[in-house]
C-alpha cells in the first residue's frame, strides 16, 4: 500500500513543508538545487517555523506581565550596571548550568525590565521560563500545602528551566511560606535557575522570610552558584519626570 506524500509529511509533522511543498520545490527548481540542496532548504524553512511557533508559545507560557527587550534599556541612565556583564547574562550560559540571579536594587531602577528581558533572551536561545511574582507564588503555595496538593504546585514551578520572581521582600512571609519556598528552592537546585528582584539586600532576608534557619538554607543554595547584581541609583521614571521638569523651566526661561 503505497501512502501519499502529504500523508507521510503529516504524520512525520512536517506541517511547513506539507502545507507549501509545491512552493518550496517550485523555488528550489528555480534555483537549480541538487537533492541534498533542496532536502536542506525543505528542513530549514520547517525549522524556521517550527522555532518561531515554539517562541511564541514559550512567551505566552511564560507569562511576562508586559514586553521589555535589552535593546529598550538605557543602560546610560544606570551607571551601576555593568552592560558588558549583562550582555553576557543574555547569552544565557548561567540558565544552560541552572545558575541563579539576584537582581536587587531600590524601586524604579529597572529590576523587573531586565528580568523580563532576560527571560525572553533564555526562551529566544530555546529554554523555558516562568515569570512570577513573589506574593503570587507564595499564596498559591500555601493554598496548595492547605489543600492538600503541594505537590502539583511545586512540580509547576519546578518545570520551566528558568523561573523569575519579581518583587522579593515587598512584603514579609509568614513562616510557614517560608518552608514552602525552601522546598520550592531544594527542587530546582543545580537543575533549574531561578532569577529573583528584590529591594533588601540577601543580608535582610531572614526579616524577609520570618525565619532566620529557613532564609540561611534557602541563600545557601540560591548563592552557591549565583550572579548577584545590586543597582544603586535612582528610579528611572522619577529620573525621567525630572529631566521633563529641567526642561520645562529652561523653555519657561527662554520665553
Ligand atoms: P523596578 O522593577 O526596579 O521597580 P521597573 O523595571 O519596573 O523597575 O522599571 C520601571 C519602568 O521604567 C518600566 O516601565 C521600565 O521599562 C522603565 N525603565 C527602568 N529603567 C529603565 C532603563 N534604564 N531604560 C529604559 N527603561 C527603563
Ligand atoms: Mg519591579
Redesign the pocket.
Known sequence: MSIELEDMLTRLRLTTICGRLETLLDEATRQDMTLRETLHFLCSEELITKNAQRIKMSLKMAKFPCD?TLE????S??PTIDHKQINDLSLCRWVAHGDSMLLL?P????????AIALGREAILRGYSALFTTATSLMTTLAGGHRRGNLDKELAYYSKPKLLIIDEMGYLPFEPSAAHLFFQLVSRRYEKGSILI?GNRPVGEWDQVFGDGVVATAILDRLLHHSHVITIKGES??LKEKKRSGILQTKVNKEQ
Open positions: 521589555r529598550q534599556f538605557d543602560f541612565a544606570q536594587g524601586p524604579g531602577v529597572g529590576k523587573t525590565h531586565l528582584t528611572y521614571r
